[in-house]
Structures are given as C-alpha cells and as structure tokens.
C-alpha cells in the first residue's frame, strides 16, 4: 500500500508576509505585503502598489485567509474599491491606527543603522575633552555606548545624538566641538 500526501491545488502560501492592519468602525482590515517594500511605499522609494501588495485583496484575517465583506468595507471607508483602501492602510502612519509587523532581524538592522548615524554625528561634532581637539573615531563611540545605551528608531535622530552625548560624557571625556565662525563686513 503506498502512501500519498494530497495537497490542495488551490491553496496559496504566503511567504515574506508583512501583514499591515487598519482598525476602523470598530473592525479590522489586513493587507499581505512585501516585508522590504513595505518601509520603500511609506518613504517614498517605491510607488508602485503591485509591487507593494502580495495580494489585491483586503482581508479581516490575513492568516486564515478571511477577505473582507463588501458591506463593511463599503461602510468603513465610503468605497469598494479595493485599491484605493489598501493605499488608505498603507499611507497611514502608526500614530493614525495603522500597524505593521517588522521581523526581529529587520528590526536589529534598523537598530545598528541608527547607532552608526548617532556613531557617525558623535564623532564629526565633538572632541576630546583634554583639550588636544581630536576627533573621537566612530567606532570607539559605538564601543563607549554599548549596552548601556537604548537606540530608538522612531526617535528624531539629532535628539538622540544630543542625548548620547549627554551619557558619553559620563563614560568617556568627550565635548561638543567648539564652532569657528567668520564674519566679513564690507561696505
């Protein structure tokens, strides 16, 4: 007797599936995307939303394949128009009830890059406090703030660079560069 595994034709796998959810009228809406293209759409890099978009469906539960009914999307957003809604999920930002899932390794990338900014302003626009003026090399910045310091990636950058400044200079002698201005009056 041979054994035969069956597996459904019409069953479609999802895979690098970044799930953005949109809460409105008090239900959920769920759009499957691309993991990278996702981030590209919201800044601007990518325009095009097939590329954005791993289905042209919007779903209440993408995970169980439940799309969602006409009616209420007819009564949440005012359309049925599939296309417009999921330009409406994607261009709102987290603050507007719109989330989006982001991977551990995504997110540790988003991390280090933004350490390296901070790293790289640190060191561009201070020195050492000994008085001798050198520059502090970008990675003895990142060594002094280890893993003591807490990067945010929703954080304005130049906050974050002013603050890591503030907790360097309890670990490392470090100071603001001094800025060299020259005025020409001419009449």
Request: proline share 4%.
């Amino acid at each position: 007797m041979s054994r035969q595994i069956n597996q459904p034709i019409n069953q479609v796998k999802l895979t690098n599936v970044a799930v953005v959810r949109c809460n409105k009228d008090g239900k959920r809406f769920e759009i499957a995307c691309y993991r990278n293209k996702v981030m590209d759409y919201r800044s601007g890099l990518e325009t095009d939303l097939s590329e954005v978009l791993q289905t042209d469906r919007i779903f209440t539960n993408v995970s169980k394949g439940q799309f969602a009914k006409a009616a209420d999307l007819q009564k949440a957003f005012g359309t049925r128009d599939q296309e417009e809604i999921a330009k409406f999920i994607l261009d709102q930002s987290p603050k507007q009830q719109s989330d989006f899932q982001v991977s551990d390794l995504e997110r540790a990338q988003v991390i280090k890059d933004t350490l390296s900014q901070i790293a790289t302003w640190v060191s561009q626009n201070c020195v050492h406090d000994d008085g001798s003026d050198r520059p502090f090399p970008t990675g003895q910045i990142k060594d002094a703030l280890g893993k003591n310091y807490t990067v945010h990636p929703h954080k304005p950058i130049k906050k974050q660079c002013l603050d890591a400044v503030k907790f360097l200079k309890s670990v490392i002698p470090i100071e603001r560069a001094k800025m060299e201005l020259q005025l020409q009056y001419s009449l």
